[in-house]
């Protein structure tokens, strides 16, 4: 499956952007998904994964209650709503699948860059 992540930019702390990755090559019901993110200088952070069916979801502690992750399995598109924006969220963003919903995510999309001012 290939992915292709969209959706950054430059937004102002508080606020709100919506990320998208489009999925092509497979069905994405096959694939359990998720979004990293990798900020200047730091490894790469596991931020939220969502099963297959979109019934279940995970989040990273630090964006609980901000981000929500969301799929349309019907658009081969997966979604991440992040909200109340901080400059700490300042990373770039990656969207991941892996076959099922357990294991390692074996396919990258190529990020895309959020950048919160304060």
């Known amino acids: 499956v290939q992915l292709q992540a969209s959706g950054g930019g430059l937004v102002q702390a508080g606020g709100s952007l919506r990320l998208s990755c489009a999925a092509s090559g497979r069905t994405l019901s096959r694939y359990g998904m998720g979004w990293f993110r990798q900020a200047p200088g730091k490894e790469r952070e596991f931020v939220a994964a969502i099963t297959l069916s979109g019934g279940g979801t995970h989040y990273a502690d630090s964006v609980k209650g901000r981000f929500s992750i969301s799929r349309d399995n019907a658009k081969n598109t997966l979604y991440l709503w992040l909200n109340s924006l901080k400059p700490e969220d300042t990373a770039v963003y990656y969207c991941?699948?892996?076959?099922?919903?357990?294991?390692?995510?074996?396919?990258w999309g190529q990020g895309t860059l959020v950048t919160v001012s304060s």
């Open positions: 991941a699948a892996r076959y099922g919903d357990v294991g390692d995510f074996d396919y």
